[in-house]
């Protein structure tokens, strides 16, 4: 919020444009495993340049969602808790380990 507030930015960071940006910075996530199989991502991100990229792009969407929160005052601390309690009531650890 300080680095937003500092540069004057938080005229452009309404909920429409944070989604977006959300948005556009997992699409250039996605583009680093464009065209790989699933299997060999995994070997591939081990590569040092490559996840260094991809921890890039990684934080710009951490940091835009961080944002989105702060503009919306929605606490993603308690957003992400309740919705993992959510997840684990509609994936039950006995009908779902292993599967999917």
Do not use: C
């Amino acid at each position: 919020a300080a680095f937003v507030r500092e540069r004057d930015w938080d005229q452009f960071h309404d909920p429409k444009n944070l989604s977006m940006a959300i948005a556009t910075e997992a699409a250039e996530l996605m583009e680093h495993f464009r065209w790989i199989k699933n299997d060999p991502s995994r070997e591939w991100i081990n590569d040092p340049k490559v996840k260094a990229e991809v921890a890039e792009e990684l934080a710009d969407v951490l940091a835009f969602a961080l944002s989105f929160a702060n503009t919306t005052g929605i606490d993603i601390s308690s957003s992400l808790r309740a919705k993992m309690a959510k997840n684990a009531r509609k994936y039950p650890v006995r009908e779902y380990k292993g599967k999917y």
